[in-house]
């Protein structure tokens, strides 16, 4: 996977399953701009390699540092910094600040600089149809362990499945599939307290489609009503969560019950539905628009979040492309809306997406960490709209390939990838988003990523 002298790291994983701690010690290296060393599968090695020759630097745990005493002392006395960390092989989480002194301190005493081009091409060299297999595999374990009709169910387990399985020809994950939804719908109470409880919905309005089933279409719609009208401000508008108490308009809401709307709105030709969709778009735009492009994470009428939260820009636009995939054919106003939206969030999105390949925590901020699932989100609604039609740009093509690119970089760990940012809540605290603790990502959201991309770019692997 790497070749001689382009390798500044070897971490040996002490497990198959990574630690916390290893997730966060991986993500920081590569944050730094270091080349880790990879296994023959793209994964950070649980053996010591063959050829350790051009390592700058070795981190490994006490049980590795004593099975390869003499091969470490070959290194060190070639001119490699080898380093012993106990908190490799501990289960309980070091602080993130103690961890990044570790890693700064790696890096000033091994004399690395970041070089971001040499990660991009150890990214590039991961395949890109083991990589989509291998994740496709891992969501096929995964499903059986969904039971909430939540925003994730629909975005990291049944969208990811639905694409994947028609791009790879996957009968046993288009199954799983299915299985999932009927026992959501038979088991697993759907209260709609809150928008995001209706992301899932969709999938069961596109069963109603399929099977002509009226009861999937009534479950859908008392739902979507029954929420609509809980978490409606006096103004018209939804807020995310009625009983947070806020009356912030999140992004987040355009992905969360806005895509099931307009779903809604087709099937049953009620322009009401769409009417809503509308209103909720224009007025979160309105409230959470910013001069460079990507809106603010949520607003209101006397303002709004003091920053541009990278995962809250991927939201917005998982909305407004899946908003625009429920349209009719008679919807072209709402559809050149839209896509004007798409347009202006892109200018933004061009002049700061970072030389690896990444967009940040907070996209404005330079100092802040780049963002995994950010990156997949914009990465992979950007490639629809090029293979869609609803975007033609080569500079918008350049960036989804330097993006997923990217994204590889940040999948050493077996069915992990490193770097993401957890969820939030709304805050006027600029420090809060900053801080906001980063782990492992979605390797769904991951996959979904890497099928859009390889459907938009016209690169058709051979399935193995």
């Known amino acids: 996977m790497t070749t001689e002298n382009s390798i500044d790291v070897l971490v040996i994983a002490p497990t198959a399953q990574p630690t916390p701690n290893l997730v966060c010690f991986a993500r920081l290296l ?10 023959a599968r793209g994964y950070l090695p649980r053996t010591f390699p063959r050829n350790a020759a051009g390592m700058r630097a070795v981190a490994v745990g006490p049980t590795h540092a004593h099975k390869y005493r003499a091969k470490l002392q070959a290194l060190k006395r070639g001119g490699a910094l080898v380093l012993v960390y106990d908190f490799l092989e501990q289960d309980e989480p070091v602080p993130e600040a103690s961890m990044r002194n570790s890693v700064e301190r790696l890096c000033l005493n091994a004399r690395l600089k970041p070089r971001y081009a040499e990660a ?46 028609e791009y790879l020809g996957d009968r046993k994950l288009a199954k799983l599939l299915e299985t999932s939804i009927t026992y959501h719908l038979e088991n697993v109470p759907n209260n709609v307290d809150s928008t995001d409880s209706l992301a899932m919905l969709r999938h069961v309005l596109h069963r109603h489609e399929r099977t002509e089933d009226v009861a999937l279409l ?30 912030w ?4 809401t355009l992905s969360m019950s806005m895509p099931a709307t307009a779903c809604l709105a087709r099937i049953t030709g009620n322009r009401q539905y769409l009417d809503r969709v509308m209103r909720q778009v224009r007025q979160t735009h309105a409230y959470c628009k910013s001069p460079l492009g990507p809106w603010f994470h949520a607003g209101r009428p006397d303002g ?37 939206l798409l347009k202006e969030i892109l200018t933004g999105l061009l002049k700061t997406q970072d030389r690896a390949g990444f967009w940040r925590n907070v996209i404005d901020n330079d100092e802040s960490r780049p963002e995994a699932t950010a990156t997949c989100m914009i990465a992979q609604v950007y490639a629809r709209a090029l293979r869609l039609g609803w975007i033609r740009s080569q500079r918008a093509e350049s960036m989804v390939r330097k993006a997923w690119n990217a994204i590889k970089t940040f999948f050493v760990l077996e069915d992990h990838m490193v770097g993401g940012c957890g ?24 996959l979904q990523t890497g099928v859009e991309v390889m459907r938009a770019l016209g690169d058709t692997p051979e399935w193995h």
């Open 423 to 446: 969820g939030t809540a709304a805050s006027l605290s600029r420090n809060y988003y900053l801080s906001r603790p980063h782990g492992q990502s979605s390797s769904g959201m991951v």
């Open 120 to 165: 991009l091409k150890a990214g590039r060299l991961i395949p890109d149809a083991w990589l989509l297999r291998r994740l496709a595999d891992n969501l096929a374990k995964a499903m059986p362990l969904l039971h909430e009709w939540k925003d994730y169910g629909c975005y990291s387990y049944w969208q990811p499945a639905r694409a994947a399985a």
């Open 218 to 247: 009534d479950y859908a719609r008392s739902r979507v009503d029954s929420c609509l009208t809980v978490n409606a401000d006096p103004a018209g508008y939804i807020i995310q969560r009625a009983s947070y108490g806020d009356r």
């Open 30 to 39: 590569l944050e730094k701009g270091a080349v880790l060393s990879r296994d």
């Open 304 to 340: 709004h979040t003091p920053v541009i939260w990278g995962r809250g820009v991927g939201w917005v636009l998982l909305g407004l492309s899946g908003i625009l995939e429920e349209l009719g054919p008679d919807d072209r106003e709402q559809r050149i809306y839209l896509v004007g």
């Open 249 to 252: 308009v999140w992004g987040e």
